[in-house]
């Protein structure tokens, strides 16, 4: 049997809905002094922190520290894409301007006969001969005219440098046989001589069989005497003319010249009566390869179209990258603008 005091008791502990304890979220709302759990009192009029539009503040901020950040890397790699170009188009063109050299030797068993162009002057030829092995017999008679097997042609022709003046060559037909050492022997003389030293100057051209054949032969020697140097030998010696051939190909028009060494000997006049001056010179090939020079350009042009296409590409996607970043960062500033006038209108 239940007490009537443990019954009140009872009622006191689950009493009717009249009593209920409060809410304790609702009396934190209800109540403007009550505590947080960490002991912080929160007054009615005091504002909460606005965390969300500063966040986004500064992740627009940094985004636009980024941008142009990228922006100054982009401008950095389109000058080094410039200065790329500009280096890329200017070795082209070096290289284009000034070919490589290729030297070939190119052995042969008999050259094509040159021509020896003689500009006499007051002197005479008194012998021309032919010899073999580099044999030249000793002089007879010298100073004497002696029957010789040269083939000769005397031109007569205006000079391209002397001012309209006319020019006498005796063009001799030069060696061939370059196997059996085929040498020319000439003698010449000179009586009279009006100066102090005296020489004999001399000419040498790709083929005697050019001049054969030419129809206009005194053009064909005004153009050789551009085209070609001018040697002398002196009297009173031996001159020895060794001969070197080099052809150059790859220009426009391919260039013929020839290379030589010459050695001098003093030659001892035994005669009795010397009433002139004796000059002796011989021809020879030094030996029996031609010295073929082709020039090569090194220059390919594909390979620089492709570097330049590349540049041209990259300097296109550095230009639009900016141009977007340029339009995000007028689009941020503007939309941070818009906000930040939408908070003022709001707080007055």
């Known amino acids: 049997m239940i007490r009537s005091d443990d019954s009140q008791s009872y009622e006191e502990l689950n009493g009717d809905g009249s009593d209920k304890q409060p809410d304790f979220h609702q009396s934190i709302f209800d109540d403007p002094d009550v505590e947080e759990p960490n002991g912080r009192s929160v007054a009615p009029d005091e504002d909460l922190p606005e965390s969300g539009p500063s966040l986004r503040f500064s992740k627009a901020c940094l985004k636009s520290v980024f941008t142009v950040f990228l922006i100054f890397v982009y401008l950095l790699l389109t000058t080094v ?51 073999n092995h580099n044999y030249i017999p000793p002089l007879v008679a010298p100073g004497t005219p002696e029957v010789g097997d040269c083939t000769k042609e005397q031109v007569s022709y205006v000079g391209p440098f002397t001012n309209q003046t006319q020019k006498q060559a005796l063009v001799v037909q030069g060696p061939s046989d370059v196997r059996n050492k085929e040498v020319i022997f000439m003698q010449f003389s000179l009586t009279d001589a009006d ?23 005194p053009a064909f020697m005004m153009d050789c005497e551009k085209n070609y140097s001018m040697w002398t ?24 010249e ?14 009795t009566n010397i009433t002139d001056e004796l000059f002796f010179v011989v021809f020879e090939w030094r030996d029996p ?20 296409c590349g540049v041209f590409m990259a300097l296109f996607k550095a230009a639009n990258f900016a141009k977007l970043s340029v339009s995000w960062m007028i689009r941020m500033r503007k939309r941070h603008l818009r906000n930040r006038a939408r908070e003022l209108d709001s707080v007055t």
């Not at 050299?101 to 050259?111: A, G, L, N, T």
């Not at 002196?234 to 013929?256: C, I, N």
């Open 258 to 271: 020839f290379r030589q060494e010459s050695g001098v000997v003093k030659y001892n006049d035994r005669r």
């Open 195 to 217: 100066e102090d030293f005296s020489a004999i100057t001399y000419m040498l051209f790709a083929k005697f069989g050019d001049l054969a054949l030419s129809p206009d032969k």
């Open 81 to 131: 894409a410039v200065f790329l170009a500009y280096q890329t188009i200017t070795d082209f063109l070096e290289k284009l301007n000034h070919p490589v050299m290729s030297v070939i030797y190119k052995e042969v068993d008999f050259f094509p006969p040159p021509g020896i162009a003689l500009y006499l002057g007051k002197a005479q030829l008194l012998s021309c001969k032919h010899y």
């Open 233 to 256: 030998f002196s009297g009173g010696f031996r001159t020895w003319v060794k001969m070197s051939l080099v052809m150059t190909s790859g220009k426009k028009d391919d260039a013929v």
């Open 289 to 308: 390869f031609i010295q073929e020079i082709k020039l090569i350009v090194t220059a390919n042009p594909w390979n620089s179209v492709a570097i330049l």
